[in-house]
């Protein structure tokens, strides 16, 4: 004789999960938070996009060593490792993307006629604390 063992619970409370409105915006969060700091990240070594060199704020090339096309090869790997992060650990990945996101903003708040790229920025910042939150309240959701 054998015995079959059987899981007895249902998937009426995953589905439950997958109808919050509430998870359903940090999936949404967490997949933009995820793909666009990596393409961006991988666009700085190709500027097929932009010529991400012009976004550098002069006092800021001045510190760093070599080119300002050096210092976007090294943003762009920070990008890239961001969206790793955010990713695999969104509840600490979405402050590591805001606290990226709050050094662009200085970096551009300081070159003129690019204010209305920080501003996007800023709205970019607040969805990535928001992701960090949400990830803190799913994350402590699954705790048993």
Known sequence: ???????????????????????????????GFTVAP???GLDKFTNLLVDWPIYLA???????????????????????VAGLA???????????VASWLAGIIVNLLTIPDYYDIALRDFGLLLGAVALARLAQHYHAERRP
């Open 1 to 31: 004789m054998f015995s079959v063992t059987t899981s007895t619970t249902s998937a009426a409370p995953r589905r439950a999960v997958l109808t919050d409105p509430g998870y359903q915006a940090f999936v949404i969060l967490r997949a």
């Open 38 to 40: 990596i393409l961006f």
């Open 58 to 80: 002069p006092w800021i090339d001045d510190l760093v060593p070599g080119s300002a096309q050096a210092a976007m090869y090294a943003v762009g790997m920070i990008e890239i």
């Open 86 to 96: 955010v990713a695999l650990a969104p509840r600490f990945g979405g402050w590591l």
